[in-house]
């Protein structure tokens, strides 16, 4: 193996070589932020739903480093120390809260704001989830009630070819992946009653 500068070659491959900086920057430290309710129940709920962590939905927001300097330019002070707001103490990387930092230090704004107006982009998607949610609901109701029809048929099989007929034992088959199907969009839907109690 022949190291060049920032560059490792491999085999005829040449691959960057990662820095102490960018391995450093993965660490994850714990910050505190005053935020308004809404917002944290937001990034929960979310991190809930979709099953991710809630430090990497928070640093995928922060890390944007483009979308975090539009929010400082157009930060509304005056609306930001309306809200009531509570300590909140997150686990984040330290390369997400470096450019947290350094945009509030060069926008003259608080670290507070920047995240409070960042977790807002979570909304729409919120919303959306809220819509899919509620389409799973009808479709877990359409679910039981062809549930209910195939077992009734089910019946009807067994009694004309028999339980051990290959196609009885082909249709229950059937039955029952269905019916485990049902179970584990049951389970989305009743972890999903959070986001339907969510107010935008």
Not at 28 to 47: H, M, N, Q
Not at 158 to 171: I, N, Q, R, V, Y
């Amino acid at each position: 193996m022949e190291f060049k500068e920032n560059l490792i070659v491999m085999n005829e491959i040449t691959l960057p070589q990662p820095s102490s900086f960018d391995l450093r920057g993965r660490q994850s430290v714990r910050a505190t932020f005053k935020l308004s309710a809404k917002a944290i129940e937001a990034l929960g709920i979310l991190a809930v739903h979709l099953g991710i962590k809630q430090k990497s939905i928070f640093d995928h927001l922060i890390e944007d480093a483009q979308s975090l300097r539009r929010i400082a330019q157009e930060v509304d002070p005056e609306a930001f120390n309306a809200l009531e707001r509570v300590q909140k103490t997150f686990v984040v990387s330290r390369k997400t809260l470096i450019s947290l930092e350094e945009t509030a230090e060069k926008f003259n704004t608080s670290r507070d704001v920047l995240v409070e107006l960042s977790i807002q982009r979570l909304l729409p998607i919120i919303s959306r989830e809220r819509d899919k949610h509620e389409k799973r609901k009808n479709i877990l109701n359409e679910i039981d009630y062809f549930l209910n029809q195939g077992l009734m048929l089910l019946e009807e099989i067994k009694a004309d070819l028999g339980e051990e007929d290959p196609a009885t034992a082909k249709f229950k088959g059937s039955i029952e992946t269905l019916t485990g199907a049902r179970t584990h969009i049951e389970a989305f839907v009743v972890k999903g009653q959070m986001i339907e109690r969510f107010n935008n």
